[in-house]
């Protein structure tokens, strides 16, 4: 995978440049921002940004089944906007970056 100036900075104490996941080409970003297309998806990353979430918090929330929000959260992660860390998901610096960059400017 090719390194980003983000992945090694030193300012970003909870990602490592080990950890750090980032398209690698327009393939890619197509795909990521073909999957944030669905506002449920949008919705699900913005519930996600506040704090690590669970899958069943999601569910909740959203009034999902078990099934749809595994579905989601597949593509979610597909799409490198957020991570599973144990049992709980997490937005990637790319789902945050998201988040302030384009989504604020949306809502």
Do not use: C, N
């Amino acid at each position: 995978m090719k390194e980003d100036s983000w992945s090694s900075r030193p300012d970003h104490p909870d990602v490592s440049s080990s950890e750090a996941r980032w398209w690698e080409s327009a393939e890619d970003h197509k795909f990521a921002l073909e999957v944030l297309q669905l506002p449920l998806r949008r919705k699900m990353l913005r519930f996600i940004g506040l704090k690590a979430r669970s899958r069943d918090e999601i569910e909740r929330e959203f009034g999902l089944s078990e099934e749809q929000a595994r579905y989601h959260l597949a593509m979610l992660e597909k799409g490198l906007v957020v991570e599973k860390v144990g049992e709980s998901y997490r937005p990637t610096i790319t789902g945050r970056l998201y988040l302030e960059k384009v989504d604020a400017r949306i809502l």
